[in-house]
């Protein structure tokens, strides 16, 4: 099917241990975005990229790792998980220029016990 | 960092009334984009509005830039029970990459 699919909608794993939230796009769409949404925070940027292996650092970059080997995934690693990275994490595309919308993913819900 | 104040936080209402949901910031930005969010789900886009003044009707709902493109606002007539979602705001950065910069959010329940 087309469109932005995340994996696992769910996850719960253990402080210390390292994950990974898959993202897929059908689009080939240049941009992709990773964002985290929190009560009380709203949706803040954690990594995005341009095309396939040029990423870079959002507003809360601090414990993640992303990647970007071809166009279509996106994967975002939290490499040691702490509790405060508990959070409903969100993947988007955008196709380039200016102005246009995002398509989001359904989202990872992860807890970290 | 440029941040965007929606107000109310949340709202409930009857049927058939109808609201406003204020976005403001006191950065200027490219073009404003409305989402709407239902539980489970992502945002999904609802419209851009990139010039400032500019209104935008989609059925029953009015959206506006402001003059100054610092602000913008949602306008929902009679309101029916599946408006019911999380309304955000988001403000386009300049530059390459037009990286979004979301509101608070609008929690509003519309009861039967």
């Known amino acids: 099917d087309a469109g932005i699919t995340q994996s696992p909608r769910y996850k719960i794993t253990e402080t210390g241990r390292q994950v990974t939230l898959m993202c897929h796009q059908t689009?080939?769409?240049?941009?992709m975005f990773w964002y985290r949404q929190d009560l009380g925070h709203g949706l803040r940027l954690i990594y995005y990229?341009?095309?396939?292996?040029?990423?870079d650092k959002g507003e809360v970059p601090d414990g993640y790792v992303v990647s970007r080997s071809k166009t279509e995934n996106f994967p975002l690693t939290l490499e040691s998980a702490t509790r405060s990275q508990t959070s409903v994490y969100f993947c988007?595309?955008?196709?380039?220029?200016?102005?246009?919308?995002?398509?989001f993913g359904s989202g990872t819900r992860l807890t970290v016990v | 960092t440029q941040l965007l104040e929606q107000s109310p936080q949340f709202l409930s209402i009857q049927e058939g009334e109808n609201l406003t949901v204020y976005c403001n910031s006191s950065?200027?930005?490219?073009?404003l984009q409305w989402y709407r969010q239902e539980p489970g789900e992502g945002p999904v886009l609802l419209v851009t509005?990139?010039?400032?003044?500019e209104v935008k009707k989609l059925k029953r709902l009015t959206f506006q830039f402001g003059d100054a493109r610092k602000d913008s606002s949602l306008h929902i007539t009679a309101a029916q029970p599946g408006d019911t979602g999380l309304y955000l705001c988001?403000?386009?950065?300049?530059?390459?990459?037009?990286?979004?910069?979301f509101g608070t959010g609008t929690l509003l329940a519309v009861q039967p």
């Open positions: 950065s200027v930005f490219s073009s």
């Open positions: 990229s341009a095309a396939a292996d040029i990423t």
């Open positions: 988001a403000g386009v950065q300049g530059g390459a990459t037009n990286k979004l910069i």
């Open positions: 689009w080939s769409h240049s941009y």
């Open positions: 509005v990139v010039t400032g003044g």
């Open positions: 988007a595309s955008r196709v380039d220029g200016t102005n246009y919308g995002y398509t």
